[in-house]
């Protein structure tokens, strides 16, 4: 940053995604999900700086070169669904030209009536109109430019995929044909052994509809890591944070999260939500420490052990 300052914009972000496992992603807007997202594909801007590791299979995505991420990594072993799709989008090439090429170099699908079939295939998997695949991006509404995007990420057959609000722009009926082809990408892996799916959202209905788990951060932490289940149930999240997303929702008590969360160059020592908590005592005022499974300490009380799945 000027003046030499550092921001810490993701910090122990810790967690794994299975094969055949969906782990969404939740948290206000500024909390580090994008970020996180942009690191495992070596897409941060030139002046940031990574430590950690991010393993798929043995090869450490923090440190790898852009020869090996440009040729071997992005669209083949990991796709992604960008979260502002219109701008990752070749302003003068159409819809149908960008799914064709996709699939020529990922899939070796040869010839043009072969390339032509392939891309509408794909198109028709995002429920992305036919008729509109000759359109520049500029001609698509948000949510066309969102199906184009997810139609270019499941080309490739990806055994990660990464998708940053994947359903924004989209109404609730594109919103669950969208997840649903997601979860369908997840559970047709090869071999049976399914493909993973890290889902960043704010619409929680749609994590709800398909997620394992669900991770949630808070001002550049994960702070919960819970099984989806039982976030959603009962007996509900165990962080207050992750509790007060839950029940602002319209279709619960609809009741806001006091407060703003705090800038990431000016973060308290200890707990980051103490100041909007109801919960905080002079506790909070030291880290809870790293998130297993709960980044808290005065967490909301577990399921008991006798009625745990």
């Given at each position: 940053?000027?003046?030499?300052r550092?921001?810490?914009?993701?910090?122990?972000?810790g967690?794994?995604?299975?094969?055949?496992e969906?782990?969404a992603?939740?948290g206000?807007?500024?909390c580090?999900?994008s970020v996180?997202?942009?690191?495992?594909?070596?897409?941060l801007?030139?002046?940031?700086r990574?430590?950690?590791?991010?393993?798929?299979?043995?090869?450490d995505?923090?440190?790898?070169?852009?020869?090996t991420?440009?040729?071997?990594?992005?669209g083949?072993?990991?796709?992604?669904?960008?979260?502002?799709?219109?701008?990752?989008?070749?302003p003068?090439?159409t819809?149908?030209?960008?799914?064709?090429?996709?699939?020529?170099a990922?899939?070796?699908?040869?010839?043009?009536?072969?390339?032509?079939?392939a891309?509408?295939?794909?198109?028709?998997?995002?429920?992305?109109?036919?008729?509109h695949?000759?359109?520049?991006?500029?001609e698509?509404?948000?949510g066309l430019?969102?199906?184009?995007?997810?139609?270019l990420?499941?080309?490739?057959e990806?055994?990660?995929?990464?998708?940053?609000?994947?359903t924004t722009?989209?109404?609730?009926d594109l919103?669950?044909?969208?997840?649903?082809?997601?979860?369908?990408?997840v559970?047709?892996?090869?071999d049976?052994?399914?493909?993973?799916?890290?889902?960043?959202?704010?619409?929680?209905?749609?994590?709800?509809?398909?997620?394992?788990?669900?991770?949630?951060?808070?001002?550049?932490?994960v702070?919960?890591?819970?099984?989806?289940?039982?976030?959603?149930?009962?007996p509900?999240?165990?962080?207050?944070y992750?509790?007060?997303?839950?029940?602002a929702?319209?279709?619960?008590a609809?009741?806001p999260?006091?407060?703003?969360?705090?800038?990431?160059?000016?973060?308290?020592?200890?707990?980051?939500?103490?100041?909007?908590?109801?919960?905080?005592?002079?506790?909070?005022?030291?880290?809870?420490?790293p998130?297993?499974?709960?980044?808290?300490?005065?967490?909301?009380?577990?399921?008991?052990?006798?009625?745990?799945?």
């Amino acid at each position: 940053m000027p003046g030499g300052r550092r921001v810490a914009a993701v910090t122990d972000a810790g967690f794994d995604v299975r094969p055949g496992e969906c782990l969404a992603l939740i948290g206000e807007s500024g909390c580090g999900k994008s970020v996180l997202t942009s690191a495992l594909l070596g897409l941060l801007p030139g002046n940031a700086r990574t430590t950690g590791s991010a393993l798929l299979g043995d090869l450490d995505l923090l440190t790898a070169d852009e020869r090996t991420l440009a040729r071997t990594v992005r669209g083949r072993r990991i796709g992604l669904v960008p979260q502002s799709p219109a701008a990752h989008l070749t302003p003068v090439r159409t819809v149908r030209s960008h799914l064709a090429e996709t699939v020529a170099a990922l899939t070796g699908v040869r010839g043009r009536t072969a390339r032509r079939a392939a891309a509408e295939a794909a198109a028709a998997r995002a429920a992305f109109p036919t008729g509109h695949l000759d359109r520049h991006p500029h001609e698509l509404s948000g949510g066309l430019a969102q199906r184009a995007a997810t139609a270019l990420a499941l080309v490739g057959e990806a055994p990660l995929l990464l998708a940053d609000e994947p359903t924004t722009g989209l109404d609730r009926d594109l919103v669950d044909h969208t997840v649903d082809a997601l979860r369908h990408h997840v559970d047709a892996g090869p071999d049976g052994t399914g493909r993973a799916l890290l889902m960043i959202t704010h619409d929680l209905a749609a994590a709800a509809r398909v997620a394992d788990r669900v991770a949630v951060m808070y001002a550049g932490r994960v702070v919960e890591l819970a099984d989806a289940t039982a976030f959603f149930g009962a007996p509900g999240p165990r962080h207050p944070y992750s509790r007060g997303l839950l029940q602002a929702l319209p279709d619960r008590a609809f009741t806001p999260i006091p407060g703003l969360p705090p800038e990431l160059t000016d973060l308290p020592a200890g707990c980051a939500f103490a100041a909007r908590c109801a919960r905080a005592t002079d506790r909070c005022a030291t880290p809870p420490g790293p998130a297993a499974p709960v980044a808290c300490h005065h967490p909301h009380p577990a399921a008991p052990e006798a009625t745990r799945a």
